[in-house]
């Protein structure tokens, strides 16, 4: 499948996400080499670690050094996952078409929209979960099941968006500009907390 010039790419997007949250609570699978899947599939996996350690991180019952190594790789997995939107932003502009100057601008990156439907997929597919759950009570898991059906729609109409902005893109009518997202506080020179221990207020 051609990225860049197939309609139904967003869905496929959305479909691969799906298949490596399945595949990940399994076991490791071989990594994306061709862009921008690599990049996709970069963004996913932070996202999916990402979720596991904020379950962690909100535990009661564990000493206070996993606690804090889980919000420590919760901050490395949030600059990966933001470096590989921006990778995949990088990506798409580079081989999309380029737009003339007055063709509207789009508020949210293409990029941006795939790190949406990633978190989408994760909650979907733990809701799940719970909605499945045999230990838990019939209400919640009917609660879930009806949440469910509002995060597949959510993730239709989200994949839906995507597919008609890249479309709009190769047709010259709308465009989205490179945003960085220059976190601060994993930088020693940005978090006054870092360079100044705490003294930089």
Request: proline share 5%.
């Amino acid at each position: 499948m051609d990225f860049f010039t197939q309609d139904a790419i967003a869905e496929a997007i959305a479909e691969r996400q799906w298949a490596w949250t399945e595949q990940w609570h399994s076991g490791p699978s071989a990594p994306s080499t061709a862009e921008p899947w690599t990049w996709i599939e970069a963004n996913h996996r932070m996202n999916f670690d990402l979720w596991h350690e904020e379950d962690i991180a909100r535990r009661d019952d564990l000493p206070a050094e996993r606690i804090r190594a889980a919000k420590r790789a919760i901050d490395r997995f949030n600059q990966a996952r933001n470096d590989a939107v921006e990778k995949l932003d990088v990506c798409l502009l580079t081989h999309l078409p380029q737009p003339a100057a007055d063709v509207p601008l789009h508020s949210e990156t293409a990029g941006m929209i795939v790190d949406r439907l990633s978190i989408l997929a994760l909650k979907l597919y733990h809701m799940r979960i719970e909605a499945e759950r045999p230990s838990a009570a019939e209400q919640h898991r009917a609660t879930c099941t009806g949440k469910a059906m509002v995060l597949t729609e959510q993730r239709s109409d989200l994949a839906r968006c995507l597919r008609e902005l890249l479309g709009d893109m190769r047709a010259g009518r709308r465009q989205f500009r490179l945003y960085r997202q220059f976190k601060m506080y994993n930088d020693p020179s940005l978090n006054p907390e870092l360079y100044g221990q705490g003294r930089g207020r």
